[in-house]
T-cell receptor, first 116, second 110 residues
Framework: GAVVSQHPSWVICKSGTSVKIECRSL??????MFWYRQFPKQSLMLMAT?????????EQGVEKDKFLINHASLTLSTLTVTSAHPEDSSFYIC????????????FGEGSWLTVV | RKEVEQDPGPFNVPEGATVAFNCTYS??????FFWYRQDCRKEPKLLMS???SGNEDGRFTAQLNRASQYISLLIRDSKLSDSATYLC???????????FGRGTSLIVHP
């Protein structure tokens, strides 16, 4: 079964509105989670590292005021796309390093965002 | 040089073929290595971890060569259902961020 759950799976919103995506670790605590964006036929692009109890670390070129990340608990990180525009339409995926051997990385199911 | 490099392909092979992918990494201190599979419009899913001693899971064999800093994935007797993108992941460990290759696309045709 899934160890990282992401919600919603898909969302359609109007330009200018905000959308929140949740990422939950199930059965384990994640002090760190990662948020990625993937455009069609392109590779995963790391957007930011979400740190429980502290500010997220954003990758170069990612606007922190536009992509708000909150990691208020050890099992939940949220990504809010503010003032969404059509070019923000993408597949957003979260992940968390698991426990145990090799620090396997577990992914959420992903969220398809379409901004119209 | 990119941290993790993969040939994007696509590799177009007939059913039953054997196909191999390589992935090179630049951080010699990397600690763990994985192959993930990503189907179209889905999240990546762990295919297998990669160990120095090599590991095999059915038709899939993964190898790690630390000296040359590459990992490989061998798929024997390819099935149509193997068609996907295969992502190489290198994990430095600790609080460092895992690094993904851009993925290798495999298309298995009848």
């Amino acid at each position: 079964g899934a160890v990282v759950s992401q919600h919603p799976s898909w969302v359609i919103c109007k330009s200018g509105t905000s959308v929140k995506i949740e990422c939950r670790s199930l059965d384990f605590q994640a002090t760190t989670m990662f948020w990625y964006r993937q455009f069609p036929k392109q590779s995963l692009m790391l957007m930011a590292t979400s740190n429980e109890g502290s500010k997220a670390t954003y990758e170069q070129g990612v606007e922190k005021d536009k992509f708000l990340i909150n990691h208020a608990s050890l099992t939940l990180s949220t990504l809010t796309v503010t003032s969404a525009h059509p070019e923000d339409s993408s597949f957003y995926i979260c992940s968390a390093p698991g426990l145990g051997e090799g620090n396997t990385i577990y992914f959420g199911e992903g969220s398809w965002l379409t901004v119209v | 040089r990119k941290e993790v490099e993969q040939d994007p392909g696509p590799f177009n092979v007939p059913e039953g073929a054997t196909v191999a992918f390589n992935c090179t990494y630049s951080n010699s201190a990397s600690q763990s290595f994985f192959w993930y599979r990503q189907d179209c419009r889905k999240e990546p899913k762990l295919l297998m971890s990669v160990y120095s001693s090599g590991n095999e899971d059915g038709r899939f064999t993964a190898q790690l060569n630390r000296a040359s800093q590459y990992i490989s994935l061998l798929i024997r007797d390819s099935k149509l259902s193997d068609s996907a993108t295969y992502l190489c992941v290198v994990n430095p460990g600790g609080s460092y961020i895992p690094t993904f290759g851009r993925g290798t696309s495999l298309i298995v045709h009848p």
